[in-house]
């Protein structure tokens, strides 16, 4: 009885799903011709001007109306969960009912495993047997496209086969040409190498301040790079979200310690000249990691939380609760265009480092078993075509703007800052991220094999402890402060000691651990570092405040012994 009980839960919670994350339909058409779903961590205004746009093109297309049904369980990381529970539900069923074979717990661990398959099944095993049979498959998740992200989550959703090629590639081959939607730029994937997702429009990353308030704290600078953030004078003042919650944000992240990588290779290059390339780049890397982990420790040790709501920085900074903070670049532009228009204010200000931030794809792609492909592949079309892209950031009211909210993102075709007609109407105009990205060299293979791992990272080692992290800093201040300037320099070195999580550690040891499927080794890690991290700082926060060193747990009993 239990158990169908419990079963019955679980039903009437998948029934429900839907229910509770669509947007409420203020826009709907009644008793439309079609309904396309799609899944997006996006706002609500953007959702709006899409289904205006889409709806008027796909009538005239087609001569049938459309709603569309948003749905976001509550950002990236929230949509990674969703995914995972919905397409393992439905692999399931389709295993144990359509193929008639046994369920079994390397059947789950095989279903989304990125497994290298040759062309002859007849000798597979059964984890191949079982990645070949979901490849093969039309399963669905009920949901039509997942639209908003960034490259490294749909990767990710790419390599576990939750993604179909799009006909766009074929449709529309042209687009996809150095002159309009080039394969890369400055190191960044602009689609799928397999052609599984395509960037629908640019997403950048950077700080925000409110200038008055860093003029109350005596700042004479308004922050500039990441590494202002670490300035003592804002502790308390910044404003972060956590990465676990939001992709924007871990790639912001990401930014700011690619921006250490990239510094530490120029000044080896610059060192030692005759030293082969190959090694130029092995010490660049492990430097620049635990030279951006400590911007990212001391960025932390001043915030004063870490909300799992991305869009909060940008707002609590335009307030002036936060002098400081960081946010992508539309929550940015647009909470400045929206303190201008209401208030007549420009006191809030959105900046992206300069050398400091690459131009990623905020991206979009079929996922398997789509329930409406075609609409789907119409709606792909409209994003990616002129008429779609000019949503993106032409002005309310313009020819082919959008009708209620300006967007303030920058648009993927390349025709829009080189033809003046397309580029006129921008109101970024004067902001070409193809030439941008010259600034910025992005090298994926650096830090994209451990993205995933670094979010854990980031919250086991700064976040998790972030009150011991903050009283630590506050002693290291106010030794500073008072003059003890030995006490301040051996207890910011020891805070600042992160050899425990260096970049050969980190790419093998906690990725393996992070990313193994087993939920219980992962707990496990996590809390030992958060351990670790707290008795470092207790640690650092004691001898800041002239006392003895009261010693801390021992680094090897983070890891277990293989």
């Not at 047997?129 to 498959?137: C, E, K, P």
């Not at 033809?419 to 990205?437: H, K, M, Q, R, V």
Request: proline share 6%; glycine share 8%.
């Amino acid at each position: 009885m239990q158990k169908k009980i419990i079963l019955l839960v679980l039903f009437v919670g998948i029934i429900a799903l839907p229910f509770l994350f669509r947007k409420k339909e203020e826009i709907a058409v009644s008793s439309p011709d079609e309904v396309l779903i799609i899944l997006s961590p996006h706002t609500e205004s953007l959702w709006d001007e899409f289904t205006f746009g889409f709806r008027d093109w796909y009538l005239k297309r087609t001569g049938k109306t459309v709603n569309i049904d948003w749905r976001n369980p509550g950002g990236t990381g929230a949509i990674i969960k969703f995914l995972d529970s919905l397409y393992e539900n439905a692999f399931y069923n389709y295993w144990t009912e359509d193929l008639k074979r046994p369920w079994s717990k390397e059947v789950l661990v095989a279903y989304d495993k990125n497994i290298d398959l040759d062309d002859t099944p007849e000798d597979d095993t059964l984890q191949e047997t079982v990645r070949r049979a979901m490849l093969n498959s039309n399963i669905s998740c009920g949901i039509d496209l997942i639209f908003g992200g960034g490259f490294y989550d749909f990767q990710r959703q790419a390599l576990k086969g939750r993604l179909v090629r799009s006909d766009i590639f074929d449709t529309h081959a042209n687009w996809f040409s150095p002159d309009v939607i080039p394969e890369s730029l400055s190191g960044c994937d602009l689609r799928d190498p397999g052609n599984l997702w395509i960037g629908a429009v640019f997403s950048n990353f950077g700080i925000v301040y409110n200038k008055h308030a860093v003029e109350q704290l005596g700042i004479e600078k308004y922050p500039y790079s990441w590494e202002d953030l670490n300035d003592p004078r804002y502790f308390g003042e910044v404003a972060l979200a956590d990465p676990t919650s939001s992709g924007a944000v871990n790639a912001t992240f990401d930014m700011m310690i690619q921006d250490q990588m990239n510094r530490s290779y120029a000044a080896l290059s610059k060192t030692f000249p005759n030293m082969p390339e190959a090694d130029i780049e092995y010490e660049a890397i492990r430097e620049g990691w635990l030279n951006g982990l400590r911007v990212i420790q001391k960025s932390a040790a001043n915030a004063r939380y870490f909300t799992d709501k991305s869009t909060k920085p940008a707002l609590d900074v335009g307030s002036g609760d936060c002098a400081v903070g960081m946010a992508i670049d539309y929550y940015g532009r647009n909470h400045a265009q929206n303190l201008e228009d209401r208030v007549g204010s420009t006191r809030f200000v959105y900046h992206m480092p300069p050398g400091g931030s690459a131009l990623a794809p905020d991206s979009i792609a079929l996922l398997r078993g789509a329930p409406n492909k075609e609409v789907a592949e119409a709606f792909i079309e409209y994003v990616l075509s002129i008429e779609g892209q000019k949503l993106w950031d032409y002005p309310v009211g313009a020819p082919g703007g959008p009708k209620k909210s300006t967007l303030r993102r920058s648009p993927i075709r390349r025709e829009f800052y080189l033809n003046e007609e397309l580029n006129s109407p921008l109101i970024d105009g004067n902001f070409n991220p193809y030439l941008t990205a010259e600034e910025f060299i992005y090298h994926p293979g650096w830090t994209s094999p451990i993205l995933f791992t670094m979010r854990f990272l980031i919250k086991s080692c700064f976040i998790d402890p972030h009150d011991e992290l903050q009283r630590a800093w506050a002693a290291v201040i106010r030794a500073r402060n008072e003059g003890r300037n030995d006490d301040a320099d051996r207890g910011d070195k020891i805070m600042q000691d992160l050899e425990i999580v260096n970049y050969d550690t980190t790419s093998g040891y906690l990725r393996e651990t992070f990313s193994s499927g087993n939920p219980l080794k992962d707990v496990q890690l996590r809390t030992k570092l958060t351990k670790f991290f707290m008795s470092q700082y207790h640690r650092a926060e004691t001898i800041a405040n002239g006392q003895a060193d009261p010693g801390q747990i021992p680094a090897n009993t983070v890891f277990e012994q293989k």
